[in-house]
């Protein structure tokens, strides 16, 4: 709600400043507090603590206590945008480049909603193509529906010729300049999470340093995120909202962007879960190739013709182990089906198999 009375609030003083005429400081200075008096403040903005009278500058932070407590218009509207790029950055995994060349028309749908952006890929040479859209949540579609109200006006207040930056969804009033619109890049969207971060007061370290997000930070969280809570069985979604078209880049991407994360563990974790299922019903998933050999194994092992002859914990921990001696392992790969559609199915690789060949 705060979000969406300031950036109504931004658009309503931004409209003002570019259609009054200034002749001269002092006539500048008295429109500029004539402007502010005529546009009070809704509730919950004069709730949040925020006091708009002065437009500001390039933004610099002087003091967070009044970031916080009266920021001028620039400020806010750095902050308004910050909170929208983290709803799109946490909620719909995007590159940095990919968000700086939204289009304005890219929301899809009056709700459900889905986000339709060009995707940055990177083969021998560089070439972009459409995601054809991304489900996102409503909150994200609201941010995304209030940047479009304020840069379609804006390209009409300053009579914008430039086709490319007169359909941006991130065009933006650049209060250092007059008549001029301002076209998001990188460092501008970076500038916004970091007025952001300044107001919403994220606690310094030890050292007194703040953190600061970065769109690609929110895309690694939010992929980790999805992967741990399904494991393989949600790579394929992950690998769709991502925009990866192979499932061993996606892979081969999630283990060196999280170092940290036993991947090994995971694999063993899942290898036991889908053992599990096969002993009850000997149905193994479409592409789970070297599953029935690893069963087998595990049997021998125990001398049993059923796992559930052998306490759980006992086979889940051989289980493991052969994994951890990489016995065998995991390779997601993609299949497309006859109707055109990509999926990831898992293959058990075992490596007495891949010894004897």
Known sequence: MIAQKLGSTILAVAEKFITVPFKSYKQYSESVSGIFTETPLPTPLNDAGFKLNQLGGGGYVKSFESLRNQPTLNQALKVWIGAVIV?????????????????????????????????????????????KGKPIPAITARGIQQLQRLGGRLAELYGETDPYKR???????????NGKGLVATKGYLNSYLDMFCDYVGLPPDELGRRWYVRI??????????????????????????????????LYAYIEREFPGVEFSRLEG???????RQFDKTR?????????????????????????????????????QRL???EMFRLEPYTITDNRGYRRICVAFKSKAVEASH
């Not at 359909?167 to 300049?177: A, E, G, I, K, M």
């Not at 974790?269 to 053992?275: I, K, V």
């Not at 125990?302 to 759980?312: D, H, R």
């Open 87 to 131: 709803l799109i950055g946490n909620l719909k995994p995007s590159r940095a480049t990919e968000l700086a060349h939204l289009p304005r028309h890219c929301l899809i749908g009056e709700g459900p909603y889905w986000l339709d952006s060009e995707l940055a890929k990177r083969t021998v040479g560089e070439y972009r193509a459409n995601t």
């Open 323 to 325: 994994r951890n001696d």
């Open 167 to 177: 359909n941006l969804l991130f065009y933006l009033p650049d209060v250092t300049t």
């Open 283 to 319: 149905i193994s998933y479409e592409g789970e190739m070297g599953l029935n050999e690893l069963y087998e194994r595990v049997l021998r092992h125990f001398k049993v013709e059923q796992l559930e002859l052998v306490p759980e914990r006992s086979w889940e921990s051989y289980v």
């Open 216 to 249: 690609h930070e929110m895309r690694k969280w939010f992929l980790l995120l999805l992967f741990w809570s399904g494991r393989f069985d949600v790579l394929d979604a992950v690998r769709e909202v991502a925009g990866h078209t192979d499932a061993n880049h």
């Open 269 to 275: 974790e899942y290898a036991a879960d889908r053992l």
